[in-house]
């Protein structure tokens, strides 16, 4: 009761000498906490020529919206089997019987120091095509496609004696052009694997070259996470088939490039041949699910499980067995090797 009264008489005290006092405002014990916006996200994929007639370009981008929020840039070259390369997965299998007589194919990436290399000894490159590739992408983070293309014509303003990293910081690529305008061009014509809501700040895009699907053919896997948890995800394969018929080769097969297959064949994507290769699933297996609604199936699937829950969805499609039905676990999926392409994106996700 005495702390009562001296609080009373201390605040009479105040108002009557009309002192000011700051009003505090009442607390209702609610915190506001603003949080990241939370959308869906998309992975395009995208195939060009960024870069001469000797390679074809993969880009893959993650998007938020209509902005950009990561990218991959890979680009596919068949060099002297015996120059130290890597070549893709099954060049020494099935797959490699389709090169011309002593080519490989490889990926840049994946032959960053030996490439790079090559780069510096030609035309006196002090900086990786690896680097370069990320600078690029460096600059494209947070933009539409409209405003990737006002860089190009930035850097396409410089002339042949300009600078292009006064434009793209890093980067000193002859085509930086050419591969801004692709990744623009995979925003807007990329085919597209639909993710799950995600908070972009969070995200990181992975990408491998892998082989889930027996000898006669390479996988490019894309993998977005938010921590441990894939949010987005994307597999095409390439396959050298015989040319002519349904299929169309990769860009540059009717150039340099395809110097390196073997007379009579053509490299594919799956997804740009999806019309054409489901119709010869069909006429093997007697499929009734295209290859690009299978491939979508298995990347819903993956999407938005963690890389844990991801392994024993995997080991549930294992134990069905031969006479199991694998739709039973991934809906809308009938590919034999469905636990595989999971398994590729897991360990993608993984690394």
């Known amino acids: 009761m005495k702390l009562s009264k001296i609080v009373l008489s201390s605040l009479l005290v105040l108002s009557a000498a009309t002192v000011a006092v700051p009003v505090a405002t009442q607390f209702t014990g609610d915190i506001a906490i603003v949080q990241a916006q939370e959308e869906a996200v998309t992975m395009r994929r995208y195939y060009t020529a960024a870069h001469g007639d000797k390679a074809f370009t993969a880009v893959t981008v993650l998007l938020q919206g209509d902005k950009l929020v990561d990218a991959v840039i890979d680009e596919f070259q068949f060099v002297a089997k015996d120059g130290g390369f890597t070549g893709v997965p099954n060049s020494d299998s099935d797959f490699g019987a389709g090169y011309a007589e002593g080519q490989v194919l490889v990926g840049k990436l994946d032959n960053d120091e030996g490439y790079s290399k090559l780069m510096a000894e030609k035309a006196g490159s002090t900086v990786t095509i690896g680097e370069n590739f990320k600078a690029i992408i ?13 860089l190009v014509e930035e850097v396409d303003g410089l002339g042949e004696d300009g600078n292009v990293s006064d434009v793209v910081s890093g980067a000193t690529l002859a085509d930086t052009s050419g591969y801004l305008k692709a990744i623009a061009e995979a925003i807007t014509e990329g085919y597209e694997f639909t993710g799950v809501e995600a908070n972009a700040d969070n995200l ?14 390479f996988a490019l896997v894309s993998a977005a996470v938010d921590g441990d948890k894939v949010v987005a995800s994307a597999i095409d394969e390439f396959q050298i088939v015989a040319a002519g018929g349904d299929f169309t080769g990769v860009p540059n097969s009717d150039a340099d490039f395809g ?12 997804i740009a041949n999806n019309e054409g290769y489901s119709k010869l699933m069909t006429d093997k297996a007697g499929s009734t699910v295209s290859y690009l609604d299978n491939l979508n199936a298995v990347a819903a699937y993956a999407n938005g499980k963690t890389i844990e829950e991801l392994k024993a969805g995997i080991e549930e499609v294992a134990g069905l067995g031969e006479d199991g039905n694998v739709s039973d676990v991934v809906s809308g999926a009938t590919l034999a090797d469905t636990a595989n392409y999971l398994q590729a994106i897991a360990e993608v996700a993984e690394k």
């Not at 460096?138 to 006002?150: N, S, V």
């Not at 990181?204 to 053919?217: C, N, R, W, Y």
């Open 204 to 217: 990181v895009l992975k990408q491998e070259i892998a082989a889930p699907h027996g000898t006669k053919s």
């Open 138 to 150: 460096e600059a494209t983070k947070g933009k539409t496609a409209d405003e990737i293309l006002a």
């Open 259 to 270: 110097k390196g297959i073997a007379e009579g064949s053509v490299l594919i994507s799956k």
